[in-house]
T-cell receptor, first 112, second 112 residues
Framework: GENVEQHPSTLSVQEGDSAVIKCTYSDSASNYFPWYKQELGKRPQLIID?????GEKKDQRIAVTLNKTAKHFSLHITETQPEDSAVYFC???????????FGTGTRLQVFP | KAGVTQTPRYLIKTRGQQVTLSCSPISGHRSVSWYQQTPGQGLQFLFEYFSETQRNKGNFPGRFSGRQFSNSRSEMNVSTLELGDSALYLC???????????FGPGTRLTVL
């Protein structure tokens, strides 16, 4: 079946350190992998995404890597700031559908 | 462009009642997806509509239904409410071409 595993469930880092969140998907037909950030009481916000024809994508302090063979993808946040504190969700979907299968979320806390 | 809007934002119902939630997508977007978010189950896909047709359905009982109108606005209905239906219901819109999805603020449903 379709499943996305996400680790860790919680992550605490010091301001300025890097944070890495990892996800594994089960459906080899998945080809689109977005990452969402959800602050308390707010809607999920898309922060970065990657498609299966690309191995890595970077946007300022945020990067995502994809290993299609291992069915792994990861979010990397460098130089973390307190405002990066939130719950981060990975997701996966296939062609011809907007159906997203979400990971269970990672609560990131960045301490000043 | 205005973002995705959802009404109502908060709803309190009692067991056995039914409820209708509404979602207005970003102008020009033809796809609307619905998700249920709970602390225990995370973000779970309910259904997806594209050009008034249900394109995909998640693993929820038949009490959960939806529809999409010609202006792309979507509604979801839950009949015979149960305590376990208490959740944040989020809708997301996209162009329908398996691209970025943008979430609305959600409707917080409480079933007493």
């Amino acid at each position: 079946g379709e499943n996305v595993e996400q680790h860790p469930s919680t992550l605490s880092v010091q301001e300025g350190d890097s944070a890495v969140i990892k996800c594994t998907y089960s459906d080899s037909a998945s080809n689109y992998f977005p990452w969402y950030k959800q602050e308390l009481g707010k809607r999920p916000q898309l922060i970065i995404d990657i498609r299966s024809n690309v191995g890595e994508k970077k946007d300022q302090r945020i990067a995502v890597t994809l290993n299609k063979t291992a069915k792994h993808f990861s979010l990397h946040i460098t130089e973390t700031q307190p405002e990066d504190s939130a719950v981060y969700f990975c997701a996966a979907s296939k062609s011809n559908t907007d159906k997203l299968i979400f990971g269970t979320g990672t609560r990131l806390q960045v301490f000043p | 462009k205005a973002g995705v809007t959802q009404t109502p934002r908060y709803l309190i119902k009692t067991r056995g009642q039914q409820v209708t939630l509404s979602c207005s997508p970003i102008s020009g977007h033809r796809s609307v997806s619905w998700y249920q978010q709970t602390p225990g189950q995370g973000l779970q896909f309910l259904f997806e509509y594209f050009s008034e047709t249900q394109r995909n359905k998640g693993n929820f009982p038949g009490r959960f239904s939806g529809r999409q109108f010609s202006n792309s606005r979507s509604e979801m209905n839950v009949s015979t409410l149960e305590l376990g239906d208490s959740a944040l219901y989020l809708c997301a819109s996209s162009s329908g071409l398996a691209g970025e999805q943008f979430f609305g603020p959600g409707t917080r449903l409480t079933v007493l």
